[in-house]
């Protein structure tokens, strides 16, 4: 009664035939002795696919690592930044630096006050 043939119906979905295929190729290069061709392209696959992820992990783990999130010694302000690299506060404008994981102003505060007045002092005292 029914004229449509399902065997031929199954061949002319390409997708699943195409799939077929790759497997029955595998298994003959597998049969043949070329096995290693096969594991070849796995690992092929495996390393493109594997490569990001550790990339990613390693770059996360970088950016953890000298990622600094820490108090402004101005005005108490958190927020983050990395190491080594000077950066302003957000909240105050304070030029900071990170040093051992903290962050640190630049110039310690007092130091050219004090300077200005020994300078001066001197002066006042030369004999000429
Ligand atoms: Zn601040």
């Given at each position: 009664?029914?004229?449509?043939?399902?065997?031929?119906?199954?061949?002319?979905?390409?997708?699943?035939?195409?799939?077929?295929?790759?497997l029955?190729?595998?298994?003959?290069?597998?049969?043949?002795?070329?096995?290693?061709?096969?594991?070849?392209?796995?690992?092929?696959?495996?390393?493109i696919?594997?490569?990001?992820?550790?990339g990613?992990?390693?770059?996360?783990?970088?950016v953890?690592?000298?990622?600094v999130?820490?108090?402004?010694?101005?005005?108490?302000?958190?927020?983050?930044?990395?190491?080594?690299?000077?950066?302003s506060?957000?909240?105050?404008?304070?030029?900071?630096?990170?040093?051992?994981?903290?962050?640190?102003?630049?110039?310690?505060p007092?130091?050219?006050?004090?300077?200005?007045?020994d300078?001066?002092v001197?002066?006042?005292?030369?004999?000429?």
């Open positions: 009664m029914n004229n449509y043939s399902p065997k031929l119906l199954w061949l002319n979905n390409s997708g699943l035939g195409c799939l077929l295929n790759l029955l190729l595998a298994i003959l290069l597998v049969s043949v002795g070329l096995g290693w061709v096969v594991n070849g392209f796995l690992i092929l696959l495996g390393v696919l594997i490569t990001p992820v550790i990613l992990w390693v770059l996360r783990w970088w953890q690592r000298n990622l999130e820490d108090q402004c010694p101005v005005c108490s302000y958190e927020f983050t930044g990395f190491n080594g690299v000077e950066s506060c957000p909240n105050c404008g304070e030029t900071l630096q990170v040093k051992n994981g903290k962050f640190q102003r630049i110039t310690p007092g130091t050219i006050d004090v300077e200005v007045v300078v001066s001197k002066q006042l005292d030369d004999p000429d």
